[in-house]
């Protein structure tokens, strides 16, 4: 009985090492690839987006390197190179900002753009089409949202939550949340079948499970977001920047004494789309910028400096 149960227990270690619980982490600190070594690197689908240092709102306005993507552009999981890692257990785990959030703004996507079904953000609600929508309205312009999406394989059941409470919950008869033949997971990026249902914006983190998180795991976690989302990440300082005239017509002067002189610092300024229409770097720094404006066209634009570990933005209107 003894050597019974010795093997047994041998075993039972064995199962449990080949049956290890495995997340995958994506944290965008200047790069796609994935913490481990054991992902795959994010593919970008649309338009190149860019890093930049931004503000995490429910981080006690701690600022942070994202990835910001434009509009109907995003990034794309690879499933097939990371060994079918999402099966149909899993959990999908966001802290992202949408820009605009006007009828739907896609989310995620699991069938490559073939389908209009999936997880989005409508105005503000949530939404997995055409399933169920929130009855809330948890997600805000503009600022960063803490998301996550479980799927349990033996209920076929998908939670949605945001700031760990559920928003969405149904069953997953149809099998519109798992991956389909063409292998991958694809983010922000819009579907083919109905234009313009996605916002520029900008990730945060992104960390994906091979099995659903529970509640309190969930709870746990967005207790804990600073650890999650910051890892060992340097923390940077937001400093002010004052702008003027605002509206502008033909000019529009950045007052820049906030930030060190003798040191480069980088100008940018960006549309309502998310599309980078300005950069500037200032060798040296200088205590005030002018950029033209004459040859935008109208509308709300949004200015950011970088410098170092400080950093400055401000929303301008163009008219």
């Not at 990835?67 to 992202?96: K, P, V, W």
């Not at 503000?124 to 399933?131: A, R």
Request: glycine letters at 6%; charged letters at 20%; aromatic letters at 12%.
């Amino acid at each position: 009985m003894k050597k019974i149960f010795t093997l047994t227990v041998i075993s039972l270690c064995i199962a449990g090492i080949t049956h290890a619980q495995q997340v995958l982490s994506y944290n965008f600190e200047n790069t796609l690839q994935e913490l481990s070594g054991n992902g795959p690197t994010l593919t970008v689908l649309g338009e190149e987006g860019i890093f930049e240092v931004a503000t995490l709102n429910e981080i006690s306005q701690q600022t942070k390197t994202v990835y910001r993507f434009a509009r109907n552009s995003g990034l794309q999981f690879n499933n097939i190179a990371a060994n079918n890692f999402i099966g149909t257990n899993y959990t999908i785990e966001l802290y992202f900002v949408f820009d605009e959030l006007s009828s739907w703004k896609r989310v995620v996507d699991w069938k490559n753009r073939k389908t209009d079904w999936g997880a989005y953000v409508y105005n503000g609600q949530l939404n997995f089409y055409n399933i169920l929508y929130s009855q809330e309205a948890p997600v805000v312009e503009d600022e960063f949202t803490y998301y996550v999406i479980t799927r349990t394989a033996a209920t076929d059941q998908v939670l949605i939550y945001t700031d760990a409470e559920v928003k969405i919950d149904f069953i997953d008869n149809g099998g519109h949340a798992l991956i389909d033949s063409d292998g991958v997971l694809n983010f922000f990026h819009d579907d083919l079948i109905v234009t313009n249902e996605a916002s520029s914006g900008s990730v945060a983190m992104l960390k994906l499970y091979d099995y659903p998180l529970t509640e309190t795991q969930i709870s746990d976690n967005w207790s804990g977001l600073g650890s999650q989302v910051f890892g060992i990440s340097k923390i940077k300082e937001k400093v002010p920047v004052m702008v003027y005239p605002n509206p502008a017509s033909n000019a529009v002067f950045a007052d820049l004494s906030s930030f060190e002189q003798g040191k480069d610092l980088t100008i940018r300024l960006y549309n309502a789309d998310g599309r980078m229409v300005y950069e500037m770097i200032e060798k040296g720094g200088v205590s005030r910028a002018e950029i033209g404006t004459s040859m935008l066209p109208s509308g709300l634009y949004l200015l950011k400096v970088q410098q170092n570990q400080k950093f400055a933005t401000s929303k301008i209107s163009i008219r």
